[in-house]
């Protein structure tokens, strides 16, 4: 059994860092010279359907082999000493006061910015080499939404559900199986540069956060779904205005 998963997670690990160093990378740099609407709505269909089938398809693989961790994975790790504090400290009036008001306050941060700067197309507030992924048209904002509606399913479903159950089985560990993910989903974005890869892992840690203190893959889909909408869909229609732009003539 042991062996099994080990394999299983070597497996996963290899196809992950194909995927960021020699193929991902290499389409984005390609991607980021296209000019034509019709090519980058073409290149927007193709990593929707990659995307979709690569990261549902293996959490579906992981989670026939290792459904029975799920739980305890998520137990353990909501046992361990600070994580079981804050849920303690947020089963309290108080705490629930709190948590909300961090909550208000990380969406202000997110959305705020983005209307002030909604005539300065030369400060898009984005991290990480992302600006040839925004929408240009309005034509393209509707695979913005599809691309950040389908990496919050399935990126959650593999790096919070799935992976952890994984390492878990195999390192009895919850809190480090949920590390290990987040760093894993951090690689993942190495396309994006350092700034990129380090935000990524650090919003790992957070869409961790979100399902470990709530119980609920659910939630943290969501969460992430609307993160990447900011950046797919919000950002580019409020700073450049590209729903009223239509995508010139062939």
Sequence with gaps: MQLALVSLLLVIVALLVMRAVSRERREYGRFKRLRSTVGRRKVYRRWLRESF????????VVLLATSQFVAPALADTRSWTPVAATLDAIDTPLGTGITI????????LLVVPVFLLRNEKEAIPTVGDIGALLPRNRGELGYGAALGINAGLVEELLFRFALPALLFGILGSGPVSF???????????????????????VLGLVFCAIY???????????????????????IPA???????????PA
Excluded: C, E, N
């Design 212 to 234: 470990v203190l709530s119980g609920s893959i659910l939630l943290a889909i969501v969460v992430h779904a609307l993160f990447d909408l900011r950046s797919l869909v919000l």
């Design 53 to 60: 089938f690569m990261f549902g398809g293996l959490s579906a």
């Design 179 to 201: 590390l290990i993910a987040s760093l894993l989903f951090g690689l993942l974005h190495l396309y994006q540069g350092p700034a990129g890869v380090i935000t990524s892992a």
């Design 238 to 248: 409020v700073v450049t205005k590209v729903w009223r732009k239509t995508a010139a």
């Design 101 to 108: 008001a961090v909550i208000v306050l990380l969406v202000a």
